[in-house]
């Protein structure tokens, strides 16, 4: 895909974010079924940014330790959304 062809295809998908910039989901690029690969680089060279997420305090209690343990099994996933500056898009 060509820079303009991606720029088109971000721009729709991405939605307003709290920073002044877009946020565009990960999910909505894999759906849209183009070629992810260029896309994440697209995004990465234009400041684009994984969005960070703050991690919930442990739950206390009896079954507090495995409440989400079977979802992961550990692994780092894939950050979900992708946070890019102000005037990026525009």
Not at 27 to 35: H, K, R, S
Not at 54 to 67: I, K, M, N, S, Y
Not at 70 to 77: F, H, S
């Amino acid at each position: 895909m060509d820079d303009d062809a991606i720029r088109v295809l971000v721009t729709r998908l991405a939605r307003p974010h709290s920073s002044g910039g877009a946020v565009i989901e990960r999910a909505a690029i894999l759906a849209e079924g183009a070629d992810f690969t260029s896309i994440m680089t697209w995004i990465t060279d234009h400041a684009g940014e994984p969005e960070t997420i703050v991690a919930a305090e442990p739950r206390r209690g009896l079954h507090g330790a495995q409440v989400g343990a079977g979802a992961g099994g550990g692994r780092p996933r894939p950050p979900a959304r992708y946070v890019l500056p102000a005037g990026t898009l525009a």
